[in-house]
């Protein structure tokens, strides 16, 4: 196991490679990751009534988080394709002109899911603003960030 300083992903003459997981037992890990769309009070309020140009804004951001989840690995080159038992997306209006987007995801393997998470939510929330995208151009995606994790050698993560 390589201490917290060590770069895991060079090798000894600094290129990049995959670390070697092989070795570690599997078990069940979650992680947990969160995301804020900023957009104006009306556009929110046409996302909450269902009045949005394409549909179902919610349905389609939860089957993009979900499918990214599933092909993390292909989206980042040194992530391990991970054994996912579960994936959920939900979504809260947190205030008037943002809504917040959270991933969790559920795996039993060698190494965590955090990278599958961030995926997931960044992915719905990319998906919010391509459904939104026609009635509010100047939403932001904001706070991507890991909220927490379980399982592991390194054991539980609580974000701030």
């Known amino acids: 196991m390589a201490a917290d300083d060590e770069?895991?992903?060079?090798?000894?003459?600094?290129?990049?490679?995959?670390?070697?997981?092989?070795?570690?037992?599997?078990?069940?890990r979650t992680a947990v990751a969160r995301?804020?769309?900023?957009?104006?009070?009306q556009t929110m309020a046409a996302l909450r009534g269902g009045r949005t140009p394409k549909g179902d804004v919610m349905a389609v951001a939860r089957v993009a988080g979900i499918q990214?989840?599933?092909?993390?690995?292909?989206l980042i080159p040194l992530c391990h394709a991970i054994q996912l038992t579960g994936c959920d997306l939900a979504f809260e209006e947190l205030a008037e002109d943002?809504?917040?987007?959270e991933a969790s995801v559920r795996a039993s393997d060698r190494t965590g899911a955090e990278m599958e998470a961030l995926t997931a939510v960044s992915i719905a929330a990319l998906a919010v603003y391509?459904?939104?995208?026609?009635?509010?151009?100047?939403?932001?995606?904001?706070?991507?960030?890991?909220?927490?994790?379980?399982?592991?050698?390194?054991?539980?993560?609580?974000?701030?």
């Open 7 to 28: 770069l895991t992903h060079l090798d000894e003459r600094g290129r990049a490679r995959m670390v070697d997981v092989g070795g570690k037992p599997v078990s069940e």
């Open 35 to 41: 995301a804020r769309l900023r957009m104006r009070p």
């Open 68 to 74: 990214a989840a599933k092909r993390t690995p292909e």
């Open 98 to 101: 943002v809504l917040g987007v």
């Open 130 to 160: 391509d459904m939104l995208k026609a009635i509010d151009r100047g939403m932001t995606i904001e706070q991507v960030a890991l909220a927490s994790k379980t399982g592991g050698v390194r054991g539980d993560y609580k974000g701030s």
